[in-house]
C-alpha cells in the first residue's frame, strides 16, 4: 500500500515545527540557583598520617631496694611529689644489721689502736728490738686498718639499707597500680606498685618504615581525637623497623597537659616538600558511577562538567588533578541538578 500523500505532507510540517519549537523552550528555561566558590591554589604535600598513643615520658614500676615486710604502701590514685614516701618497709630487721656492723667496727678500731700502740713502743726501744719485729708489727697494724675500712663499708651499707626500707617516689606523679599488699614479704628488687607522671606526655605512634627518611626530628604534627586537637612536634624518630609490622616509631612531645595517658589520637604530620596543587571544596566534587566532576561556570554564567581526579585532602579541602585552573568558579551548592550548558544564577550563601 502507498502512503498517503496527504499523510506525506502532514508528517513534514509536524517535524519542522517541532524542530522549530525545541530552540524556544531551551530559551524560555529558568536559570538554576547555585553557590559557587574559587577554585584556589595551595601549596601543599603528601602529609603522614598514622595512628598513636599519649604515653608519659615518666611511668615506671618502683621496687623496694631491701627485702623485707611491707609496713605500708600509698593509694592507688595517690598524687606524689618526688621525693616523697611511698611504700616502706619494716625496718626492724635493718636497724638490729646496722646495731651489729657497729659493734663490730668499734671493736676493730679498739684492737687497731692497741697495735698502732705497740708498734710505737717498739721503735722506740731502738737497737734492742730486730727490723723484723718491727716490720711484722706494722704489717699487723696495716691488716687491722684494712679490716676497719671494709667494718666501715659494712656499716655504710646496713646505714644505707636502713634509709632505703622507705621508697620515694622519683618523680612527681599517680599511683596508677599497687603491685603488692601491705604485710606481705617482698625480696629486694620487687616490683610495689606504678608510678605514672600526667603532665609529662609524648605520642608515641607508628607509621611505614618507607617513611623514615621523610620525616625528622623538629617537624610539626597535628595531634586528633574526635574534637580534642592540638599541635605537637616531632621529638625523635626510631628508624629501627620492626621485622613483623614494618613500621618505625615516632616520638612526639605534647604541651597540652590536658591530654590523657592512654588517649589513642590521629597523627598527622606536614610533609618535608611542597608543591602548589588546585584545591576545592569536598562539596564541588560529585561522584557517579565511578567517576568525579565538578561543575564549572563560565563566563557567560553557564554550566560546564569537568572531570577531575581527587588527590589527599585537608580539613574541607581535597586536591584536583585535572583541567580546572585556580580562579576557577565551581558550584558547591546546587550542582547535582545541572546539565552541560545549563544557565545558573549565583547566590551568596
Request: hydrophobic share 45%; with cysteine.
Amino acid at each position: 500500500m502507498k502512503p498517503n500523500r496527504a499523510c506525506i505532507v502532514l508528517a513534514s510540517a509536524l517535524a519542522l515545527f517541532g524542530s522549530a519549537m525545541t530552540p524556544a523552550i531551551a530559551a524560555d528555561a529558568l536559570p538554576v540557583p547555585v553557590v559557587v566558590t574559587m577554585a584556589r591554589s595551595e601549596n601543599v604535600g603528601a602529609s603522614l598520617a598514622a595512628t598513636g598513643t599519649v604515653v608519659s615520658r615518666n611511668d615506671a614500676r618502683i621496687s623496694a631496694e631491701v627485702a623485707g615486710q611491707l609496713a605500708w604502701i600509698a593509694e592507688p590514685g595517690a598524687a606524689v611529689k618526688r621525693g616523697a614516701t611511698i611504700a616502706r618497709i619494716d625496718p626492724e630487721r635493718l636497724v638490729l644489721t646496722l646495731r651489729d656492723n657497729d659493734a663490730a667496727l668499734k671493736r676493730l678500731e679498739a684492737q687497731l689502736s692497741l697495735l698502732a700502740t705497740q708498734r710505737a713502743r717498739l721503735q722506740t726501744l731502738g737497737n734492742v728490738v730486730s727490723q723484723s719485729q718491727l716490720d711484722e708489727a706494722l704489717s699487723r697494724e696495716r691488716m687491722a686498718e684494712q679490716d676497719v675500712e671494709q667494718a666501715r663499708v659494712a656499716r655504710d651499707r646496713a646505714r644505707l639499707d636502713v634509709s632505703r626500707a622507705s621508697v620515694r617516689a622519683p618523680f612527681d606523679g599517680i599511683v596508677a597500680e599497687r603491685l603488692q599488699q601491705s604485710g606481705e614479704y617482698v625480696a629486694g628488687g620487687a616490683p610495689l606498685l606504678r608510678l605514672v607522671n600526667d603532665r609529662d606526655l609524648e605520642v608515641v605512634a607508628r607509621a611505614p618504615l618507607t617513611t623514615a627518611d621523610s620525616v625528622s626530628a623538629g617537624a610539626v604534627a597535628r595531634l586528633i581525637d574526635g574534637d580534642h586537637r592540638t599541635a605537637g612536634k616531632v621529638r625523635a624518630v626510631i628508624p629501627v623497623g620492626d621485622e613483623r609490622s614494618r613500621m618505625v616509631e615516632l616520638r612526639i612531645a605534647v604541651s597540652d597537659h590536658t591530654w590523657r595517658v592512654g588517649a589513642p589520637v590521629r597523627v598527622e604530620i606536614a610533609p618535608r616538600t611542597l608543591k602548589a596543587v588546585v584545591t576545592v571544596p569536598r562539596d564541588a566534587v560529585i561522584q557517579r558511577q565511578g567517576a568525579s566532576y565538578v561543575m564549572r561556570v563560565r563566563e557567560d554564567n553557564t554550566a560546564e562538567r569537568v572531570a577531575v581526579n581527587i588527590g589527599p585532602g585537608y580539613d574541607n579541602h581535597v586536591q584536583i588533578d585535572g583541567t580546572l585552573r585556580a580562579g576557577d568558579r565551581v558550584v558547591i551548592r546546587g550542582a547535582e541538578r545541572l546539565e552541560p550548558g545549563q544557565a545558573v544564577e549565583i547566590k551568596l550563601l
